[in-house]
């Protein structure tokens, strides 16, 4: 079972940039799919970005498309989202989690989960 740990979250102006990580323990990140998602209060969870095993491949919600990049470091056991151009729609709590089958990689059947960080964009 891995365990996940997302820090980096923050307040941020409009226009401005953070970058999350999603931190693995107790297994090597490098056997899953990992992707990030948020919930904004008062609406559902949603997909943000995935990324394969070896990074090779990576998917994007169209609202953050050119925007954000997934990326990871299997040595680290880390992977990243990098947020730029941020908008106050891009408020929410961001979630890592980690499946084992790359089969629809925005969806959100993720086996294992983070307990989120807060982002916050202020306009």
């Known amino acids: 079972q891995v365990q996940l740990v997302e820090s980096g979250g923050g307040l941020v102006q409009a226009g401005g940039s953070l970058s999350l990580s999603c931190t693995a323990s107790?297994?090597?990140?490098?056997?899953?799919?990992v992707g990030w998602f948020r919930q904004a209060p008062g609406k559902e969870r949603e997909s943000v970005a995935a990324?394969?095993?070896?990074?090779?491949?990576?998917y994007y919600t169209d609202s953050v498309k050119g925007r954000f990049t997934i990326s990871r470091n299997n040595v680290q056991n880390t992977v990243y989202l990098q947020m730029n151009s941020l908008k106050p729609e891009d408020t929410a709590v961001y979630y890592c989690a980690a499946k084992l089958q790359l089969a629809e990689p925005l969806s959100s059947d993720y086996n294992y989960w983070g307990q989120g960080t807060q982002v916050t964009v202020s306009s």
């Open positions: 107790g297994r090597t990140l490098s056997s899953y799919v």
């Open positions: 990324i394969t095993w070896r990074g090779t491949g990576t």
